[in-house]
């Protein structure tokens, strides 16, 4: 295998382990939220705000993912470095 078919699966292995994680936690959030606001109504706004903001930190931590992937598909900087 050379460098480059390594990088392709690496690549893909960092976006779809982010994914997978990303999906798993936000429904954890997402279950709890329901489960919270079902004990006690009156703390539904709060509790809905801190889930839409949990929510949105857990997304940004994997683009974050899908832009390191993206560094390495297309800048490559395992390569050497060609001189001009």
Do not use: H, W
């Amino acid at each position: 295998m050379d460098l480059n078919s390594v990088l392709a699966i690496t690549c893909g292995l960092i976006v779809a382990f982010g994914a997978v994680a990303a999906a798993a936690s936000i429904a954890f959030v997402g279950s709890k939220y329901l489960e919270a606001s079902a004990r006690q109504p009156e703390l539904i706004e709060p509790l809905q705000t801190k889930l839409f903001l949990i929510a949105g930190l857990i997304d940004a931590a994997f683009l974050i993912g899908v832009a390191v992937a993206l560094l390495f598909a297309f800048v490559n900087p395992f390569a050497p470095a060609v001189a001009g």
